[in-house]
T-cell receptor, first 116, second 110 residues
């Protein structure tokens, strides 16, 4: 299994530009999670999906952020317009069934975003 | 969410055992204790989890105090590859979200 795949691995953009991060979860996993990691705030959950449906987006910082999951094998996290404070590492994770307290999440390698 | 407390950093010598502590004094009876680690420039990865009994797997052992208010992750022989940030997380029985604290940064000295 290839694991969770994220692209791009690195992204440098200018303030005001649109940024799209992509994620392919592990096949057969019903749950997909987007996290953001910064030095100041650590690892934070932004949003998660169950069977392609967004369940909890309370962690999404503001309306500039949006996430979609058009099918079971693909999700995007979009920032429009981007700001320097959005610079962070964005991780995607997936799990077979998120409702079990024993469930394991599998993380991708992350996308390192720098907004100038 | 029940909270955990871990030391900010620890050091170990290569090939020696490492005991990483975690305090969770407000843990509820149904919370599972999960450990993840994050190697440099990688995403977090699962290490081990448990409820009440001590647990062993190929990566580590988890020792859980009888009152469940603390636990210890044990790496039996640290290698340079084990240098990472280790996160102790409580998983609520009916909850969904993992809440990652700052973790413990483990340095392994050759």
């Amino acid at each position: 299994d290839a694991g969770v795949i994220q692209s791009p691995r690195h992204e440098v953009t200018e303030m005001g530009q649109e940024v799209t991060l992509r994620c392919k979860p592990i096949s057969g996993h019903d749950y997909l999670f987007w996290y953001r990691q910064t030095m100041m705030r650590g690892l934070e959950l932004l949003i998660y999906f169950n069977n392609n449906v967004p369940i909890d987006d309370s962690g999404m910082p503001e309306d500039r952020f949006s996430a979609k999951m058009p099918n079971a094998s693909f999700s995007t996290l979009k920032i429009q317009p981007s700001e320097p404070r959005d610079s962070a590492v964005y991780f995607c994770a997936s799990s077979i069934s998120g409702t079990s307290v024993q469930e394991t999440q599998y993380f991708g390698p992350g996308t390192r975003l720098l907004v100038l | 969410d029940a909270k955990t407390t871990q030391p900010n950093s620890m050091e170990s010598n290569e090939e020696e055992p490492v005991h990483l502590p975690c305090n969770h004094s407000t843990i509820s009876g149904t919370d599972y204790i999960h450990w993840y680690r994050q190697l440099p420039s990688q995403g977090p990865e699962y290490v081990i989890h448990g409820l009440t009994s001590n647990v062993n797997n190929r990566m580590a052992s988890l020792a859980i105090a009888e009152d469940r208010k603390s636990s210890t992750l044990i790496l039996h022989r640290a290698t340079l590859r084990d240098a990472a940030v280790y996160y102790c997380i409580l998983r609520e029985y009916y909850g969904q979200n993992f809440v990652f604290g700052p973790g413990t940064r483990l340095s392994v000295l050759p």
